[in-house]
T-cell receptor, first 111, second 116 residues
């Protein structure tokens, strides 16, 4: 049973606009969340993380928001660039190394 | 600096054959993970090691799957006998310390397995 869900398999956004990728989780014990980015034929690479003690973490064009009461997190990319086109995975952990990943959202940024 | 190295990158085999996937983690990393990526389930954790010791193998789907880490610089994931439903991309990842405290997982480029 998927404990981390990314319900949108794909998303298309115009260059320069905001991309919002969503992730829902079921286990209220998760206390650490990450986003990974994956290009074709490459392994996923770490993008940004957030601890459950925060509700927002920002790194340049990337911001992750955490809503613990809703068990929801989102990744905002502003402004979106064509090079951001990739598959984005959301992951969650319970203070250990067993990370649960979602199924991924394929983002296409249209020039 | 070399990242996580996996081999082979691609493997095509026939049902019933043995498959061995290999991984060299980043030097100095003490955690090693094997993941499987499928369209339906995304990235699934199969097993992970800490200091070469298997910690949790509850994600290993069946007895046909086995993993070993004989030393800090090498791990294998073996499937015997292989079945068409094992077709997927298998990723190895490593980290230094607990990911939540020190950083993130570093993934290899993956091994794409096709079982005919």
């Amino acid at each position: 049973d998927q404990q981390v869900k990314q319900n949108s398999p794909s998303l298309s956004v115009q260059e320069g606009r905001i991309s919002i990728l969503n992730c829902d989780y079921t286990n209220s014990m998760f206390d650490y969340f990450l986003w990974y980015k994956k290009y074709p034929a490459e392994g996923p690479t770490f993008l940004i993380s957030i601890s459950s003690i925060k509700d927002k973490n920002e790194d340049g064009r990337f911001t992750v928001f955490l809503n613990k009461s809703a068990k929801h997190l989102s990744l905002h990319i502003v402004p979106s660039q064509p090079g951001d086109s990739a598959v984005y995975f959301c992951a969650a952990s319970i203070t250990c190394n067993q990370f649960y990943f979602g199924t991924g959202t394929s983002l296409t940024v249209i020039p | 600096d070399a990242g996580v190295i996996q081999s082979p990158r691609h493997e095509v085999t026939e049902m019933g054959q043995e498959v061995t996937l290999r991984c060299k983690p980043i030097s100095g990393h003490d955690y090693l993970f094997w993941y499987r990526q499928t369209m339906m389930r995304g990235l699934e954790l199969l097993i992970y090691f800490n200091n070469n010791v298997p910690i949790d193998d509850s994600g290993m789907p069946e007895d046909r799957f086995s993993a070993k880490m004989p030393n800090a610089s090498f791990s294998t994931l073996k499937i015997q006998p292989s079945e068409p439903r094992d077709s997927a991309v298998y990723f190895c990842a490593s980290s230094l310390g607990r990911v939540g405290g020190t950083g993130e997982l570093f993934f290899g480029e993956g091994s794409r397995l096709t079982v005919l």
